[in-house]
T-cell receptor, first 111, second 112 residues
Framework: GQQLNQSPQSMFIQEGEDVSMNCTSS?????WLWYKQDPGEGPVLLIA?????ELTSNGRLTAQFGITRKDSFLNISASIPSDVGIYFC???????????FGGGTRLMVKP | SQTIHQWPATLVQPVGSPLSLECTVE??????LYWYRQAAGRGLQLLFY??????ISSEVPQNLSASRPQDRQFILSSKKLLLSDSGFYLC???????????FGSGTRLTVV
């Protein structure tokens, strides 16, 4: 079945540092989404990407839809303690298909 | 605006007891509904999804079942819980299958 490989699995960084994480697949996806899950809560949509090469920002977050359509990247600039949580990528191959989720990246920020 | 409600927030149940988790969506009609389980604070495992009343698709054979008795109500059940059923259960909805899921706040189930 379709799988999304998300890396790194976890990151422990200092406040103020930039963060990069990515999601890769052996299959082509036509939609990429990035979610954040705060501890004990449900995931919340951060950014949605619909075109290869698209670069979209949401505050300090920037996500890119890879040119090959087999990967996506999320960057967080100048991290702060409230960035702590699990970040999930998700992809959809075609209209009517289910979302496939990556395994998540657990981000920990040291003040 | 649309909202999704999930309850209870936490639940501790003995092995062998039944389970019923409820999820409701407000502010939309004919939503696509999903149940996910998350173990150990990591990946999301799709358990069931529904595209309409009485229509349930199971992704993983297991000790759980789902039902959709009303358009905006999705129920996750078990007749006899196992220790391995412990986890964080998330309900989600979307207007279109596979598009822009909105998640509920989750139920943390501990089977003892």
């Amino acid at each position: 079945g379709q799988q999304l490989n998300q890396s790194p699995q976890s990151m422990f960084i200092q406040e103020g540092e930039d963060v990069s994480m990515n999601c890769t697949s052996s299959s082509i996806f036509n939609t990429w989404l990035w979610y954040k899950q705060d501890p004990g809560e449900g995931p919340v949509l951060l950014i949605a990407l619909y075109k290869a090469g698209e670069l979209t920002s949401n505050g300090r977050l920037t996500a890119q839809f890879g040119i090959t359509r087999k990967d996506s990247f999320l960057n967080i600039s100048a991290s702060i303690p409230s960035d702590v949580g699990i970040y999930f990528c998700a992809g959809r191959r075609n209209a009517g298909n289910m979302l496939t989720f990556g395994g998540g990246t657990r981000l920990m920020v040291k003040p | 605006s649309q909202t999704i409600h999930q309850w209870p927030a936490t639940l501790v149940q003995p092995v062998g007891s039944p389970l019923s988790l409820e999820c409701t969506v407000e502010g939309t009609s004919n939503p696509n509904l999903y149940w996910y389980r998350q173990a150990a604070g990591r990946g999301l495992q799709l358990l069931f999804y529904s595209v309409g009343i009485g229509q349930i698709s199971s992704e993983v054979p297991q000790n759980l079942s789902a039902s959709r008795p009303q358009d905006r109500q999705f129920i996750l059940s078990s007749k006899k819980l196992l220790l391995s059923d412990s986890g964080f259960y998330l309900c989600a909805w979307s207007e279109t299958v596979g598009y822009g899921y909105t998640f509920g706040s989750g139920t943390r189930l501990t089977v003892v």
